[in-house]
């Protein structure tokens, strides 16, 4: 059964990170279809989408993650809000999908930190990060990152 | 493919993605590629000051190789949710295969929603992801 997370953990619900806007470049998904080998045209070959019913380049599933990571410093919110860096570990993640994205879009990311709990009679915090992604005020996307920190973990 | 997706039914398997051994440049290529520039992953100086032998894959790595089964399987727009938990790393060399099952499937409007059971296994049978997605089927 969850039980209330530290005090630490806890105080951080409810707080919200400054949004960020990112813009969906073709070559950066170009390189990230490359990376994870991806084969699919539709997602590296702007003709091989259009012909596939696509505007442009198709943002594959789980991007919105590092678009996010990359901008939003969200460790650097957690450090300033006392928590170990050393002791939080990538729990679990989850993606709802309103809107396809392409290349070309401007999104903006509102990440607030909506839920804290505790298991393992205390040993283990968990931390869920909403992050709510919209393209010119619509909503295309909401991403549920949910953190582990271990307390007492590190020395 | 259509026809396939309306064949789909509890107990369906999805073709298995089995990946090649996760070389070091595939870890420094997804860093870049990704947005995802934690040092753990790309530089074992840092693995080592956090008291580990060697750097080890994104779990990210493997939620997009999960992301590729998905999206061979049905167009990704089908895909309306999905999550993964963590639960083992992947070290350098790691040689995931990501399998999924369709465990239920039930009417939705015009057409059908299938919840679909997500594993990446290592060779040695560790699973390193577990998860469940919701696919809009025909």
Known sequence: ?155 | MTTVLEQVAVGTELSPLALPPISRTTLALFAGASGDHNAIHIDTDAAHDAGLDDVFAHGMLSMAYLGRLLTSWVPQARLRHWSARFTAITPVHGEPTCTGTVTAVEAAGDGRLATVDLKVTLADGTVTLSGTATVVLP
Do not use: C, W
């Open chain 1, 1 to 155: 059964m969850p039980a209330p997370a530290s005090a630490v953990v806890a105080a951080v619900v409810g707080r919200r990170q400054e949004p960020v806007t990112v813009d969906v470049e073709r070559g950066r998904l170009r390189m990230f279809a490359q990376a994870i080998g991806e084969t699919d045209p539709v997602y590296s070959d702007v003709a091989a989408a259009r012909a596939a019913g696509h505007p442009d380049l198709p943002a594959p599933p789980t991007i919105l993650f590092g678009l996010d990571l990359e901008r939003a410093d969200t460790l650097g919110f957690l450090a300033g809000h006392g928590i170990d860096l050393g002791a939080v570990l990538h729990g679990e993640q989850a993606f709802t999908y309103h809107v396809p994205v392409y290349a070309g879009d401007t999104l903006t990311f509102a990440s607030e930190f909506t839920e804290a709990y505790s298991k393992a009679g205390g040993k283990l915090d968990f931390l869920v990060r909403r992050t709510r992604v919209t393209r010119g005020g619509e909503l295309v996307a909401e991403l549920d990152n949910t953190a582990v920190i271990r307390n007492g973990a590190a020395a």
